[in-house]
């Protein structure tokens, strides 16, 4: 699971027929701290999500079980909103 935020949207007039009504954002992973960590990636949302939440994604084939995205071309997937997030400093 990848924990990441919100930055942006896709918009894509033409593209795969099973990925028509979805709707795809830009997410940027970050850290517990919410340091920015690695590139941003492209997520199909599940759970309405919008720029500047932060949320969790699956990726590869978790994806793909995510509701509503079996037999479809997806590699990400968001599947929470994060509502509040505490880290055990002594962990």
Do not use: C, F
Not at 7 to 28: H, N, P, W, Y
Not at 59 to 77: E, I, K, L, T
């Amino acid at each position: 699971m990848i924990l990441g935020k919100v930055v942006g949207t896709v918009v894509a007039t033409r593209k795969d027929e099973r990925l028509i009504g979805s709707k795809l954002l830009i997410v940027q992973p970050v850290l517990p701290n919410g340091e920015p960590r690695g590139g941003t990636i492209v997520a199909v949302d599940t759970v309405d999500a919008g720029v500047s939440e932060m949320v969790l994604v699956v990726s590869g084939s978790s994806a793909r079980m995510a509701a509503g995205q079996a037999d479809r071309p997806v590699d990400a997937a968001i599947i929470g909103i994060v509502d509040d997030l505490s880290v055990d400093a002594s962990a």
